[in-house]
């Protein structure tokens, strides 16, 4: 059974830092890229982070550049993301999801809400 967990979200206050993680279980974690999106309330869903598996090359949204970093743990099946310097806009449901495009998989947590106050 496949299941990503995402942890960690809170409310904190502007420019305060958080870490989510998402542990991963029921498929090969090494096969799949894996990405951090977001969800504001009103608004579509985007991607914040992404880290390969290939070769754990890095993207990022350009309102995230600077602040959050997302990284993964092989040998734990868990990836993570640590968000600094954090802003009311990036009040959100912060979800996981894990992707494997040569065999069209697709999997995503429920997420966990991260409120910033200001």
């Known amino acids: 059974q496949v299941q990503l967990v995402e942890s960690g979200g809170g409310l904190v206050q502007a420019g305060g830092s958080l870490r989510l993680s998402c542990a991963a279980s029921?498929?090969?974690?090494?096969?799949?890229?894996m990405s951090w999106y977001r969800q504001a309330p009103g608004k579509e869903r985007e991607l914040v982070a992404r880290i390969y598996n290939i070769d754990s090359r890095k993207i990022y949204a350009d309102s995230v550049k600077g602040r959050f970093t997302i990284s993964r743990d092989t040998a734990k099946n868990t990836v993570y993301l640590q968000m600094n310097s954090l802003k009311p806009e990036d009040t959100a449901v912060y979800l996981c999801?894990?992707?494997?495009?040569?065999?069209?998989?697709?999997?995503w947590g429920k997420g966990t809400l991260v409120t910033v106050s200001s």
């Open positions: 999801n894990a992707a494997n495009t040569y065999v069209a998989l697709e999997y």
């Open positions: 029921g498929f090969t974690f090494s096969r799949y890229r």
